[in-house]
Each structure stands twice: as C-alpha cells, then as structure tokens.
C-alpha cells in the first residue's frame, strides 16, 4: 500500500528555514519521483519542485533560489528545505508520488510568524 | 509560464445533475492535462490523466477530454461524495501549474 507522509515543524519564524521530511511507504524513491506542492489557506494548489528517481531535481523559478529537494534512500525519506520564509510562505504542504502527484500525502500545515 | 483559466469558480449543482468544469490554457499543452479533487479535509486524489485516463478505482461517472488549450472534466451524474474542490494541471512545461479550482457545491 502506498503511502506518504510529511511532518516537519508547524511554525516557523520569518527569515527562518523551513525543513520538512516525506516519509513514504509501499514503493522505492529509485523507482518513483516525487514532488512538492502547497496550498496558502484558502488558495490553490502550487507545484514547487520534484526529485526524479536518480537524484536530480526540478523546481519552480518562482522558488528555486530558495528550495532545496533532496532525498535519503536507505531511509525512504525525501526532504525539503527552503529559506528566507515570509508570512506568504505560510501553507498546507503536501509531497506527492510522481511528476505531478499519483498519491499524496495528508498535508502538514506549516505557519510563518513572530 | 503556463497559465491555467479554470471555470467556473464555483458551480451549484444537484444530485444526479450532470456538470462539465473547463480548463483553459495559455498555449497548446499537447494533452498533458491532470484533474485533482481535493476534499474539505485536504484530501488531494488524481481523477485523470493525459487528458482522458481515468485512475483505477475512479468511478465511470467521470470523463475527462479536450485537446489543444481547452480541456474539461465532466461528472454524468452526481453523487454526494463528488461534491469538493476540482482543479486540472498541466505538465507540459516547466514549472507545471494548476488552475485556480472549481468549487462544486450542492444547489
């Protein structure tokens, strides 16, 4: 059964980095990409990166200086960091199997405050 | 980058109601077109993809088609479970973007 899961911090300072973890179960990182995607509250959906299956990385150029995708195999985990958080930067994000997300995870709801 | 004009923004339907939600593009994508529903939990699913593929497990009620710049997503009959957010994507081109959803609510 696949599975993603993310967990990470639920408030992050302004100018603070953001790190968040998606654990994922029922299929190999070598095997499936997987990407990034947020939700501000009550907005839509952003697409924000992908790690493909040998490591490499794509990210939207509205982040990229910012993001960062990498990824541990051995512990089938990938993580996302991103710097210089604003208050905007505050969101649901969610990581998904695939370019453009077959399965996805429940969501962690992340805060950008003082 | 791609943009993606989905509508309407909200769509009043009834049970058993067939309704049809347009996604409109800034340029040709080539078929390269997802549609998500995601619940009032947050609970995102991949409907179809490529257009007109239905996920497994994905009722038939559900259709998906267009070509070009302008793509839809179709629901033949209501049911109750259907009533959420729906949003389509596009993949042809880096960075892939979503439209801006369609909130389906009970008339």
């Known amino acids: 059964q696949v599975q993603l899961k993310e967990s990470g911090p639920g408030l992050v300072q302004p100018s603070q980095t953001l790190s968040l973890t998606c654990t994922v179960s029922g299929f190999s990182l070598t095997s499936y990409h997987v990407s990034w995607v947020r939700q501000p509250p009550g907005k839509g959906l952003e697409w924000m990166g992908v790690i493909w299956t040998g490591g490499s990385t794509a990210y939207n150029s509205l982040l990229k200086s910012r993001l960062s995708i990498s990824r541990d195999t051995s512990k089938s985990q990938v993580f996302l960091k991103m710097n210089s958080l604003q208050t905007e930067d505050t969101a649901t994000y969610y990581c998904a199997r695939g370019t453009t997300g077959r399965d996805w995870g429940q969501g962690v709801m992340v805060t950008v405050s003082s | ?107």
């Not at chain 2, 939990?41 to 007109?52: A, E, N």
């Not at chain 2, 839809?72 to 009533?83: A, H, K, M, R, T």
């Open chain 2, 1 to 107: 980058d791609i943009q993606l004009t989905q509508s309407p923004s909200t769509l009043p339907a009834s049970l058993g109601e067939r309704v049809t939600i347009s996604c409109r593009a800034s340029q040709s994508i080539s078929n390269s077109l997802n549609w998500y529903q995601q619940k009032p939990d947050g609970t995102v699913k991949r409907l179809i993809y490529s257009t007109s593929t239905l996920e497994s497990g994905v009722p038939s009620r559900f259709s998906g088609s267009g070509s070009g710049t302008d793509y839809s997503l179709s629901i033949s009959s209501l049911e109750s479970e259907d009533f959420a957010m729906y949003y389509c994507l596009q993949y042809a081109t880096y960075p892939y973007t979503f439209g801006a959803g369609t909130k389906l609510e009970l008339k």
